[in-house]
């Protein structure tokens, strides 16, 4: 019999469950025995739901993210986090957020990063060379005592040290790596105490194996593997989002017991993996792609499946690709998609149904489970042959995209002259990201006017209410350039997608980004053309409203397509062109209402970086292309800022100067500044905003430290390209917190101008 297992389930719950009691925790609304209460219940619903998989896995849960379960299990959480006499889980929430119940005392919060090339975000483990590890491993060995009592087939899951490592920061490279003597003890004390639970198989998480390693690396990993498969249970060594390429050869002669490869990321490996790996150990294969919603094609899954089954027998495990906490959890209750295109997906629930459709198939011939294997072949070509998947006027535009010039009308350094003439802007101009906080009473407006509740008249009224309020408080604040705020906005790119051609949306499609912070990406499941103006009439609004200039706010190609489940029918780089080329149509129709600052956020550029150098050049040569598309044909005088998140830019500074936008706003104030390192070093030649108010945290920045975080900027960047503004959107912030936070960065920013000024 061929094994079936999962390497992780989402833990939010189907109706975001955790979201909620996280949220009503952290307001003091409820208390930390209902919250653990509530993480009990969800743990439980995950394995009912994981029923008929031969290994379930255990260990996956967590109230925040994995990485910081880690830091927290290894007794290295950040000395600021913790309390005398504290619950060990608001130290941890502290790490995360800056506070555990809100009332509590602030402190810094841990800095916040993508995990790999996905859109779900880890807290940095912060090591230095003093740095201790010690077992703090209760909570977790509590959860694998409770799967066993209920009798869960568990299979325990850990992130593996090296990754741990790897993904650390506090220490160079090569200084991360030479913790690792320290490190190994406490994973094999934690490995036995799974062993004397009775626990036969570890999945250890090694998804730092398909990057490319400097030679310090790899020896970590050689010192690693040689020692933990004695440590107790067997291990799966598991890997994920790429292949292994040059580094199967090294895995091969470790000796674990285990190994669990993606071939829907590298498919072109299988070959090369099925001639290394001996056949006396488990192969775990990544059938079932655990990252986007499509239907398997189970045909050809079992093509490819069947010979090897005959030659590995029961040492053939079968999985997604990677963990499910990149889907949904279940289809079943979705209302929102029409009933063939919700024929077309498969959310968690449903791709561990089709993996055991699979392993039933291999086990009894195909034969004897011909309507299963029938309906989703039906699926599969319903899907290729729908009219709503192929737009003819689309395939027109993408034919003359060639023509479209690759650059602005002119260089930037005569763009700023002729914007500086037309804008009248302030040294060190201030402004927001685009959103303000998303208020009970936005919400209901928006409910109200999705359920037929208000008409179009009477929604337009009241949501210019609300736009006329942000510029009135942006108006008292001071701030230089303003936004509209976005009032009518849900999200940053479902508001965008609803209005495209090519799109759908779920009602339960919610993924975790970060800790309660959940997204529901909508599904590009065709041609995409823009039937309309999307922002236009709320952006000429909001400018009537005032003489200061108002940024039109536009969600960029790139970021669409890498926040959404994409279609997998087509490459990426055709949908993402398709995407530029509509939002090239809402910059001119911007332009062409009179808004002279256009915003077009690119959040997202660099976490769909290939995790392999050498198929950058691939995607960073569409995903500039996507900018230009989207921004050419703009006046000199038109200013085109743009926004990105969480990013280390260093290695990719060369494509976000031929972006070329005139204005770049980033994340920088957890990072201390440093991530303008780069920005120096390289000689960014245009004007950058550097994030000076950490909008994740509920913290009050102080002036001291927003003026010491704008004074190291300078030292940097020269002050006459330095803007100023938070870290990014503030939606998901309350007013009480937002109001002084940014009259604090407004009087910082204009007494560092009066002192720049000439007596």
Not at 48 to 61: E, I, W
Not at 462 to 472: G, H, K, R
Not at 641 to 666: G, K, P
Request: charged share 20%; glycine share 6%; proline share 5%.
């Amino acid at each position: 019999m061929v094994c079936i297992h999962n390497l992780g389930f989402p833990r939010i719950g189907a109706q975001r469950e955790l979201k909620f009691a996280l949220e009503s925790y952290w307001r003091g609304d409820s208390s930390l025995t209902d919250l653990q209460a509530q993480g009990a219940s969800l743990r439980r619903q995950n394995w009912q739901r994981q029923q008929g998989l031969d290994r379930v896995p255990v260990g996956d849960f967590s109230y925040y993210d994995q990485m910081l379960d880690m830091s927290a299990r290894l007794g290295v959480l950040p000395a600021r986090a913790h309390r005398q006499g504290a619950h060990a889980l608001d130290d941890y929430f502290r790490a995360a957020r800056g506070r555990a119940p809100d009332a509590s005392v602030g402190v810094a919060a841990g800095q916040l990063t993508k995990w790999f090339d996905t859109n779900y975000h880890y807290i940095v483990p912060e090591l230095s060379a003093a740095t201790v590890f010690s077992l703090h491993a209760d909570d977790y060995l509590e959860q694998v005592r409770e799967a066993l009592s209920l009798g869960v087939p568990a299979k325990a899951v850990l992130i593996g040290p090296v990754t741990y490592l790897y993904l650390s920061k506090g220490l160079e490279g090569e200084a991360r790596a030479a913790l690792l003597p320290r490190l190994l003890p406490v994973y094999q004390q934690l490995l036995q105490a799974l062993h004397e639970l009775g626990v036969e198989w570890v999945q250890i998480d090694e998804p730092a194996l398909v990057t490319d390693l400097p030679a310090y690396w790899w020896s970590a990993y050689e010192q690693a593997y040689r020692v933990l498969p004695a440590s107790g249970p067997k291990l799966l060594l598991s890997t994920y989002f790429a292949g292994l390429r040059e580094s199967l050869q090294r895995v091969c002669l470790w000796p674990v017991q285990g190994l669990h490869v993606d071939i829907v990321r590298a498919p072109e490996e299988l070959e090369r993996i099925l001639s290394a790996w001996p056949l006396d150990r488990v192969l775990s294969l990544g059938i079932i792609d655990g990252r986007n919603i499509w239907r398997s094609d189970l045909d050809a899954c079992l093509d490819r499946l069947e010979p090897i089954h005959a030659l590995r027998g029961d040492r053939l495990w079968l999985a997604p690709s990677c963990s499910l906490l990149h889907v949904p959890v279940a289809l079943a209750d979705e209302q929102g998609l029409d009933a063939e295109l919700k024929s077309w997906c498969a959310f968690a629930q449903e791709k561990l149904g089709e993996l055991q459709v699979l392993a039933q198939a291999l086990r009894d011939g195909r034969a004897a489970h011909a309507v299963a294997l029938a309906d989703a072949r039906q699926a599969l070509a319903a899907r290729r042959s729908s009219s709503r998947v192929h737009d003819a006027r689309v395939a027109a535009a993408m034919e003359a995209l060639p023509a479209l010039r690759s650059q602005r009308l002119s260089a930037y350094s005569q763009r700023r002259q002729v914007q500086r003439q037309h804008l009248q802007l302030p040294l060190y101009p201030t402004t927001t990201i685009g959103s303000f906080p998303q208020t009970d009473e936005i919400r209901q407006l928006r409910s109200r006017y999705r359920r037929g509740e208000l008409g179009e008249i009477d929604y337009t009224r009241l949501m210019q209410a609300q736009i006329a309020q942000s510029v009135a408080l942006q108006e008292k604040l001071g701030l230089d350039v303003f936004v509209h705020g976005e009032a009518e906005r849900n999200d940053m790119v479902e508001y965008f997608a609803e209005q495209l051609q090519g799109f759908a949306f779920s009602s339960q499609g919610w993924v975790q980004s970060y800790g309660s912070r959940c997204v529901k990406p909508p599904l590009i499941y065709g041609d995409v053309w823009r039937p309309r103006a999307m922002t236009v009439a709320w952006a000429q609004y909001a400018q009537s409203l005032t003489r200061k200039p108002m940024k039109g706010m536009l969600t960029g190609p790139v970021t669409l397509l890498n926040w959404s489940f994409v279609r997998d029918d087509q490459p990426r780089r055709s949908t993402c062109l398709q995407l530029a080329l509509a939002v090239r149509a809402e910059v001119l129709d911007l332009e062409a209402a009179g808004l002279r600052i256009i915003q077009i956020d690119e959040a997202a550029l660099r976490e769909g970086l290939p995790l392999r150098r050498a198929d950058w050049p691939a995607y960073l040569q569409y995903a500039v292309q996507a900018f230009a598309v989207a921004a050419h044909g703009v006046e000199d005088a038109t200013q085109i800022h743009t926004h990105m998140c969480y990013s280390d830019f260093a290695d990719i500074m060369d494509s976000i100067i031929a972006m070329d936008a005139d204005v770049i706003t980033i994340e920088t104030s957890r990072s201390a500044m440093q991530l303008l390192a780069c920005f120096d070093e390289r000689s960014y030649p245009n004007e950058i905003g550097p994030g000076v108010y950490d909008i994740h945290a509920p913290n009050q920045p102080t002036a001291e430290q927003i003026e010491r975080l704008l004074e190291e900027a300078a030292r940097r960047i020269p002050a006459e390209r330095l803007w100023v503004n938070p870290d990014c959107g503030l939606k998901t912030r309350r007013w009480e917190e937002v109001l002084p936070a940014l009259a604090t960065m407004v009087q910082v920013a204009q007494r560092l101008r009066r002192q720049a000024q000439p007596a």
